[in-house]
T-cell receptor, first 109, second 115 residues
């Protein structure tokens, strides 16, 4: 399968701080997606990116599709306690979705 | 939005037994469903693509005879872990594509523990 690497693997931040995480791949994807997963639940889609260079926001979240189509980043501004969870990037290849290694986010009140 | 359910949400079984996990699309039809496996603190790994009315497509390294997939209707796919062993213990998640190009709705997952 496809290999997507995320960094950092985990983050511990104070409430109100901004967060940045990124995802790189050895393969080109036509679509990048960012998901959030909470313990014991399935992932929930946060942002979808369709074009190289695209910058898209969803509330406090901003994500960009890298020009090379092999990377993407996600920023969260002014973090709050409910942002806690594991964030996964995913690349779409044909009709299948391949997930990154995940970034675990802990927000300290 | 579209809802995907899984049953059971958790199961504990003895080594050597078989376990069936159901994935249902509750308010939409899904000709394709995906099965993922997730170990603790790790990513989701695509196991197979379930196709209604035809054979499933398995990812490299996934044993077809070990993980039996049946997609008998447009709203139901099942994953059967045959002759389960402790190393099969994991979180199994299914998903189904929605009408939008990048829509994919995930089930809540099934926690399998094999003793």
């Amino acid at each position: 399968g496809q290999q997507l690497n995320q960094s950092p693997q985990s983050m511990f931040i104070q409430e109100g701080e901004d967060v940045s995480m990124n995802c790189t791949s050895s393969s080109i994807f036509n679509t990048w997606l960012w998901y959030k997963q909470e313990p014991g639940e399935g992932p929930v889609l946060l942002i979808a990116l369709y074009k190289a260079g695209e910058l898209t926001s969803n509330g406090r979240l901003t994500a960009q599709f890298g020009i090379t189509r092999k990377d993407s980043f996600l920023n969260i501004s002014a973090s709050i306690p409910s942002d806690v969870g594991i964030y996964f990037c995913a690349g779409r290849f044909g009709n299948q979705f391949y997930f990154g290694t995940g970034t675990s986010l802990t927000v300290i009140p | 939005g579209a809802v995907v359910s899984q049953h059971p949400s958790w199961v504990i079984c003895k080594s050597g037994t078989s376990v069936k996990i159901e994935c249902r699309s509750l308010d939409f039809q899904a000709t394709t469903m995906f099965w993922y496996r997730q170990f603790p603190k790790q990513s989701l790994m695509l196991m197979a693509t379930s196709n209604e009315g035809s054979k499933a497509t398995y990812e490299q390294g996934v044993e077809k005879d070990k993980f039996l997939i049946n997609h008998a209707s447009l709203t139901l796919s099942t994953l059967t872990v045959t002759s389960a062993h402790p190393e099969d213990s994991s979180f199994y998640i299914c998903s189904a594509p929605g009408s939008g190009y990048n829509e994919q709705f995930f089930g809540p997952g099934t926690r399998l523990t094999v003793l």
